[in-house]
């Protein structure tokens, strides 16, 4: 084209720069404007930076971009003819858009769109190279969807949610592709104890939340522009929910349609698939909170499971009466009068009023189940049963154990202590070999190459020794509180579910971590790992002596024969 010819077209600049991956290595918007300034100096363009239209838009949906709908009714308008732009994939990545270009063209609109690579006119030949550009830059983006999707399969198949770690965790720094999510030091134990609370029943999601601020300190994890703040509510709610603490989720196959997926098992659960279901029940369908009225009054709610489908277990009030007159029994609720007989509520001469709570398997899973609901007052005394029959001990065989949990834990401190005063003189030898090479190196003993060397050993000793020293606790006590209160609760544990208060019940199965399955209107117990190493440690010792009987053993008065025989049972356990 001739400079007359130029000089009757007005020109306009495009440069658009995505944020998305498929722009991941293209020029940024001032290196497009420079670099086609240049190239329209060359041509003997007259354009300058002003008169260029930039945005950060993907151009993969059509009519999604400001900037590219203003040049284009700048030339429906006839204001300019023709558009200088760096290459074709800045203009469109869909067909529609690219459709409207040659349209344009086709009516005499436009006339021309210079690239640095090709310069495009209205001629059969350019417009199809256009389109076909643009149309390329199209399945560059499907197939880069097609790797993605496919990668994000495999990533789930692996068991690892290809996204940010939740709290709790965190995500590790390896290879691209091969990035695992690892337990965060600081926050799995806190996140862990939340998950605790709430399964027993006596915190709602709001005094959870209050916990997690004032006592355990709980932040967002920090990132770079945000994180390192209290966790809201939403937030809450949403880890509450979410299963991939239980070691599993869900995302689309390859069929779009929504499969459960298993967490890998390097990732540590903090808690387990049925706790998982639990909460859900505590919270209620789309995580509203469960009535109070049902929190307060069934404390078994929650930590019941159907033996026969798995589903859930609920609890409901039953209020019944005997008729003075006829002696049927009925549910009086909303009625004023005897079913049978007719006589009126209020005319009975001495009417004798029933309550009763039932648990029951609420069906959701399976809706023709066929398990029987159980009186509560039967779900006491079995539970009561249990607990009397393998954990109940005396108040003094409770003393000695705790006695001797005492002992053992000053012999574990004494150790620790042993322990930790040899590595720390290790660490102090290692220190000073260092300081030795530094002086060594100063007097040209050793080249600068045998010093890097020893200083990479030192240096891979001294974080052995850091990591030793670390992972000497250094006198924690909390699992021996735990201990100690297990022993103390095995004393009334009996007596507490048959004549206990609600809040002692859950107080109590919360200690015990102890959930229930009901089947054939009987009820299954099972007990986290401590207080079953102490049923398991009782049950060996009446194993080794029949006459050994954990919940009358008297032994403050020194060691009796029986008593003698299994405390070396005892003290293995």
Same mark, same amino acid.
């Given at each position: !084209? ?6 009757? @077209? ?40 002003? +008169? ?9 949906? &059509? ?35 690219? /459709? ?6 086709? =009516? ?12 495009? =006119?209205?001629?059969?030949?350019? %417009? ?10 199209? !399945?560059?983006? +499907?197939?880069?969807?097609? +790797? ?8 789930? #198949? ?6 940010? /770690? ?39 999601? =709001? ?15 920090? =990132?770079?522009?945000?994180?390192? %703040? ?11 929910? *979410? ?18 997926? #298993? ?35 069934? /404390? ?21 009466? @005997? ?23 209020? *005319?009975?001469?001495? &009417? ?24 509560? %007052? ?33 012999? +574990? ?16 030898? %290692? ?14 003993? @050793? *080249? ?32 021996? #509180? ?57 049950? #060996? ?5 029949? /006459? ?26």
């Amino acid at each position: !084209m001739n400079n007359q010819h130029q000089a009757k @077209i007005n020109y306009k600049g495009y440069a658009r720069k995505s944020s998305e991956a498929e722009d991941k290595q293209v020029l940024s918007i001032p290196s497009q404007v420079a670099d086609d300034i240049k190239f329209s100096l060359l041509r003997n363009i007259k354009v300058g930076e002003t +008169d260029f239209l930039t945005e950060e838009k993907s151009a993969k949906t &059509p009519h999604g971009r400001p900037a590219f709908e203003t040049l284009v009714k700048s030339i429906e308008g006839g204001e300019i003819q023709g558009i200088i732009t760096w290459h074709p994939n800045r203009l469109s990545r869909n067909p529609i858009d690219a /459709a409207r270009l040659v349209d344009l063209m086709d =009516r005499g609109k436009l006339i021309e769109i210079a690239t640095q690579q090709q310069t495009f =006119r209205n001629t059969p030949n350019d %417009k199809f190279i256009f389109a076909l550009l643009c149309l390329q830059a199209k !399945m560059e983006n +499907d197939n880069k969807s097609i +790797d993605v999707k496919r990668g994000l399969r495999k990533k789930y #198949e692996m068991g690892f949610p290809p996204s940010l /770690a939740k709290p709790g965790y965190i995500n590790d720094c390896g290879e691209k592709g091969k990035r695992k999510w690892l337990p965060d030091t600081k926050l799995f134990s806190p996140v862990k104890q939340l998950f605790e609370l709430f399964l027993t029943g006596q915190y709602s999601v =709001r005094k959870l939340l209050r916990y997690s601020d004032e006592v355990l300190g709980i932040k967002t994890i920090q =990132r770079k522009k945000e994180g390192g %703040k209290p966790i809201k509510l939403s937030q809450l709610y949403s880890m509450l929910e *979410d299963p991939l603490y239980a070691g599993f989720f869900y995302a689309n196959d390859e069929n779009g349609e929504q499969k459960r997926y #298993e967490v890998n098992e390097s990732v540590p659960r903090m808690i387990t698939e049925e706790h998982y279901w639990q909460i859900q029940t505590l919270l209620g369908r789309k995580g509203r909170p469960c009535p109070s009225v049902n929190k307060r009054s069934f /404390a078994y709610v929650g930590r019941t499971k159907c033996g026969t489908c798995g589903g859930a277990v609920t609890a409901e009030h039953k209020h019944q009466l @005997i008729c003075s007159n006829c002696k049927k029994k009925f549910s009086y609720q909303n009625k004023t009068n005897c079913p049978y007989c007719g006589i009126k509520i209020e *005319d009975m001469e001495n &009417p004798k009023y029933l309550h009763y709570i039932y648990y029951h398997c609420t069906k959701r899973r399976t809706p023709d189940c066929p398990e029987g609901s159980i009186q509560e %007052k039967y779900v006491n005394e079995s539970v009561a049963s249990y607990f009397e029959n393998n954990l109940k001990i005396s108040s003094s065989l409770k003393d000695w154990c705790i006695n001797h949990l005492d002992e053992l834990e000053k012999n +574990d401190r004494q150790n620790e202590f042993e322990r930790r005063a040899v590595w720390e003189i290790e660490k102090e030898k %290692k220190e000073n070999e260092y300081k030795e090479y530094i002086v060594m190196k100063g007097k040209k003993l @050793i *080249d600068d190459d045998e010093f890097l060397t020893l200083k990479a050993s030192i240096k891979a000793d001294l974080e052995k020794i850091e990591k030793t020293l670390s992972g000497i606790s250094g006198g924690d006590t909390s699992a021996l #509180e735990r201990a100690k209160h297990a022993f103390s609760l095995a004393v009334g544990v009996a007596e507490t579910f048959r004549n206990g208060s609600f809040d002692e019940k859950t107080g109590a199965l919360s200690d015990l971590g102890s959930n229930l399955t009901l089947k054939d209107k009987k009820l299954e117990i099972s007990s986290k790992k401590l207080i079953s190493i102490i049923i398991n440690g009782l049950l #060996e010792a009446k194993t080794q002596n029949r /006459a050994f009987e954990p919940a009358k053993i008297e032994v403050n008065k020194g060691k009796t024969e029986v008593f003698a025989s299994v405390c070396p049972t005892l003290l293995r356990g």
